[in-house]
């Protein structure tokens, strides 16, 4: 079965940069992308980004591009989301999730596994 785990959160002051990390357990070939999602206190789940495990193609929300960074390192099986420039808004429980296809990327109802989350905290 997949797992994932984040790992990276905290407290940020505004304007610094924050690097999330994810581990992924038990991937197997159906495992064909990973993504970022992320949820403010009060408000729905929101898409960021999401990477192709092969190809390591990305996808990002309108939002995020450009202040976002999506990678994976295939030997050790982890995703990394690297935000910029954070402001309070940022904070949020983020979080990651594996999905058997890359088609509709932003759409988390695709996704079939989930971590737990990590909280970030922007402090001004």
């Known amino acids: 079965q997949v797992q994932l785990a984040e790992s990276g959160g905290g407290l940020v002051q505004a304007g610094g940069s924050l690097r999330l990390s994810c581990v992924v357990s038990g991937r197997d070939s159906t495992t064909n992308a990973v993504g970022w999602f992320r949820q403010a206190p009060g408000k729905e789940r929101e898409f960021l980004a999401a990477?192709?495990?092969?190809?390591?193609?990305?996808y990002y929300a309108d939002p995020q591009k450009g202040r976002s960074t999506i990678s994976r390192d295939a030997a050790k099986d982890t995703v990394d989301l690297e935000l910029n420039n954070v402001k309070p808004e940022d904070t949020a429980v983020y979080y990651c999730?594996?999905?058997?296809?890359?088609?509709?990327?932003?759409?988390?109802?695709?996704?079939?596994?989930w971590g737990q989350g990590t909280q970030v905290t922007v402090s001004t």
């Open positions: 999730a594996a999905d058997k296809t890359f088609y509709l990327p932003r759409l988390e109802t695709t996704y079939d596994y």
């Open positions: 990477i192709g495990w092969s190809l390591g193609n990305t």
